[in-house]
C-alpha cells in the first residue's frame, strides 16, 4: 500500500482511533428475530486488527448511536475497553475523550461512513471514510479505503496506520521468526 508524505504526515502522531459501528466494523446489516433479538456481522480480520493495533501501543474506541448487546460482546471480546452507545452528539464524546486522555486532534483518527459523522470527520488528525460510505461522507475525509465497511475496511485502516508509523516490519518480523 503507497503511502503518501501527505497521509504519513497525518498518520505518525496518531494515539487513538475512534470507529463508528454500524456501516464501519458491520456491513450495516442488522438482522432481529421474532423475539426482537439483534445480530450483525462482523469481520474476524478487522477484529484481528484492531488487536494488533491495540498491542503496537494505540488505543482503540467505539462511538455509535444504536445500542446494542452485539456491540458490547463484541468490545469485550476484542479488549475494546472503552464504547459509547446511543450517542447523538458523537462530537460531545469526543471532545470529552480528548480531555480526559489529553490528546490533540492531530493524535487521533476517526473512521466514518454516514452524514453523521461529518462533525468528527472535520475535527481529527487523519479522518477516514469506508468504501461504501455516503458521498458527503467521503469528501470530508483524508482517506476513503479500498474496503468496505464491515469488510476489511477496518483491517486496512489498521494495517495503513502500522505502516504509516514504521511499526508493520517490526510486526512481520514476529510472525516470520
Not at 491495540?54 to 452485539?70: A, F, N, P, Q
Not at 464504547?83 to 490528546?103: A, P
Not at 461529518?118 to 458527503?136: H, Q, T, Y
Amino acid at each position: 500500500m503507497e503511502i503518501t508524505p501527505e497521509l504519513r504526515e497525518r498518520i505518525i502522531p496518531l494515539r487513538l482511533l475512534i470507529l463508528d459501528v454500524d456501516g464501519v466494523l458491520t456491513d450495516g446489516r442488522i438482522v432481529m428475530n421474532d423475539h426482537g433479538e439483534e445480530s450483525k456481522f462482523f469481520d474476524v480480520k478487522d477484529g484481528h486488527g484492531l488487536k494488533v493495533l491495540m498491542r503496537c501501543g494505540l488505543e482503540v474506541v467505539w462511538i455509535t448511536g444504536r445500542k446494542s448487546h452485539v456491540v458490547e460482546y463484541r468490545a469485550k471480546d476484542l479488549g475494546v475497553q472503552e464504547y459509547h452507545q446511543l450517542i447523538w452528539n458523537k462530537v460531545e464524546v469526543y471532545e470529552e475523550i480528548l480531555v480526559r486522555k489529553g490528546l490533540a486532534p492531530e493524535e487521533v483518527a476517526y473512521v466514518g461512513d454516514d452524514i453523521v459523522d461529518i462533525p468528527l470527520l472535520k475535527r481529527v488528525g487523519f479522518a477516514v471514510a469506508v468504501n461504501d460510505a455516503v458521498s458527503e461522507a467521503k469528501q470530508a475525509a483524508h482517506y476513503v479505503t479500498s474496503q468496505r465497511g464491515g469488510r476489511g475496511a477496518v483491517r486496512e485502516v489498521c494495517d495503513l496506520i502500522l505502516q504509516g508509523q514504521e511499526k508493520w516490519d517490526r510486526l512481520l518480523a514476529r510472525y516470520f521468526s
